[in-house]
């Protein structure tokens, strides 16, 4: 056997990197070719929601969900994101108390993937649950863009502890696709719980009533939604979900559209909700029917104890009809899937709390979310407190200044009558109050803001950098509808 280089290292190569310097073996481990824990391509590709319904859209890694990245809490891991677009890119790790150049939104200083480019991320995931992840790029009337595509993904960060016995786990990504503009709309809101507070509603209608008079009966755009799906299969078209009896299935369940609000139910069957946006609560209550926001999660337990085959699906006829839900069959039943509209109920976020008062906060904060009618080129334009936040070719000024350390209360007050699904990155908070009723202990990164009520929620200033805070409705977050926060590190 000669002995060249190849056959040295191969015959000590352990023991030789083992005696190298520290500083050596330091940059071996740091060298730029090591392969990152995951690669995520941002491309345009093909997805196939029905046999007959095959659409066009950006997708991660070519499919539609992302793939599901399993994290380990407190564990470090390298991402490479890789884009193939012709347009520069942001991924979000949704609901992380991670760095702002590495949380994936350009107004806290996330440095964007550029068009065939790529960009590396290392970062420590927490806390554990269900996360996700999605692009953080403004579509404005463009809806090829942002949210309204199909990059979304989940993530579920393993901790150190598993809270709850379960026989099957199952990822659900609920995703409309096929965006089209229409004028004015009404969403449903009957389903929340809390009533309409009077001179917000007054405010609210004053503010429409003279928006309408003055520009001719105009209300401004909304978006609808031609697919509907669950992990990116409309209803019947998809594999379905096989059970057993007397399994107890815990679903994490993600809401990841753009603006729409969706709700399940599935008959015989309740689901006890063991977290919400992936932080387990006081107390999991079961309930009939699931309301799920915009970027919320839930995560629910269904004890499988009515034999048959059956829709998990959304309440509304309409977008159940055109794909969302999905079959569950046990082993061994079979039959056309049964569908039971479910006994009526308000969501309520109180009910998975506890009715201690919440720490006092150090600071209070009041915000009044209001909307323009039609006064941005036909769409809506949404304000915090008078100010929209303009288009990303400014700089912005922060709206608030916080001081590490510190939790604050955010009073939030909604003179629309739309709903909100309010967000704040790199930090989670606590529900204080809500449809009228204070609580304690539901820890969330999403919150659904009845249109005309008022909320409060806590947190605490411990995650330095600058922190980005927003309705997940791409439409109104994308004319106005956001705030900046600047940090003291002190
Ligand atoms: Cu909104």
């Avoid at 229409?182 to 449903?188: E, H, K, L, V």
């Avoid at 389903?191 to 309408?212: R, V």
Wanted: aromatic letters at 8%.
């Amino acid at each position: 056997m000669t002995i060249d280089r190849r056959n040295l290292l191969k015959l000590g190569g352990v023991s030789l990197l083992a005696a190298a310097p520290t500083r050596i073996r330091s940059a071996l481990a740091q060298a730029p070719a090591a392969k990152a824990d995951y690669t995520i391509e941002i491309a345009n590709g093909l997805a196939e929601l029905g046999s007959s319904q095959i659409i066009s859209t950006a997708l991660y890694n070519g499919q539609f969900p992302g793939p599901l990245l399993r994290l380990k809490e407190g564990q470090p891991v390298t991402v490479d994101v890789v884009n193939k677009t012709d347009h520069p890119e942001l991924l979000h790790w949704h609901g992380q108390k991670i760095p702002s150049d590495v949380d994936g939104a350009e107004e806290e200083g996330s440095p964007p993937v550029p068009p065939g480019g790529s960009r590396r991320m290392t970062f420590t995931p927490g806390p554990s649950g269900f996360r996700f992840y999605h692009t953080h790029v403004r579509a404005g009337a463009d809806l090829s863009r942002g949210q309204y595509s199909g990059l979304v993904g989940p993530v579920y960060i393993e901790p150190k502890q598993n809270l709850d016995a379960y026989d099957q786990e199952i990822f659900l990504v609920l995703k409309e696709f096929g965006p089209t503009l229409s004028r004015g709309g009404d969403m449903d809101m009957n389903f929340l719980a809390g009533s309409e507070i009077k001179d917000l509603k007054d405010k609210g209608e004053a503010a429409i009533n003279a928006s309408i008079k003055k520009a001719g009966a105009a209300k401004g755009y909304e978006v609808g939604y031609q697919f509907f799906t669950i992990n990116g299969r409309m209803l019947g078209q998809g594999e379905p979900i096989r059970v057993q009896r007397g399994q107890r299935v815990l679903f994490h369940i993600l809401n990841g559209s753009a603006g729409e609000i969706r709700s399940l139910a599935m008959a015989g069957h309740r689901f006890r909700v063991v977290a919400t946006d992936g932080n387990p609560v006081p107390h999991p209550v079961e309930v009939p029917v699931l309301w799920i926001g915009t970027a919320e999660r839930v995560s629910a337990i269904v004890e499988m104890n009515h034999p048959g085959v059956f829709i998990l699906g959304d309440l509304s006829d309409d977008d159940r009809g055109h794909g969302m839900g999905i079959v569950i069959e046990y082993a061994g039943a079979h039959g056309k899937p049964l569908w039971q509209k479910p006994p009526a109920l308000k969501w309520d976020y109180t009910v998975f709390g506890t009715s201690t008062v919440a720490a006092e906060p150090d600071h209070v904060v009041e915000m009044v979310f209001a909307k323009k009618n039609a006064a941005d080129g036909g769409f809506n334009r949404w304000t915090i407190n008078g100010a929209a936040y303009p288009d990303m070719m400014q700089m912005v000024e922060p709206m608030l200044r916080l001081s590490k350390g510190h939790r604050y209360r955010f009073r939030m007050r909604n003179e629309s009558d739309d709903i909100h699904p309010i967000h704040l990155h790199r930090h989670s908070f606590e529900l204080t109050r809500i449809a009228g009723k204070q609580t304690s202990g539901v820890i969330k990164d999403v919150v659904m803001l009845g249109g005309y009520q008022e909320a409060e929620i806590d947190f605490v200033a411990d995650n330095p950098g600058m922190t980005l805070f927003h309705c997940h409705q791409q439409l109104h977050m994308d004319f106005g509808f956001m705030a900046l926060f600047d940090y003291e590190n002190v």
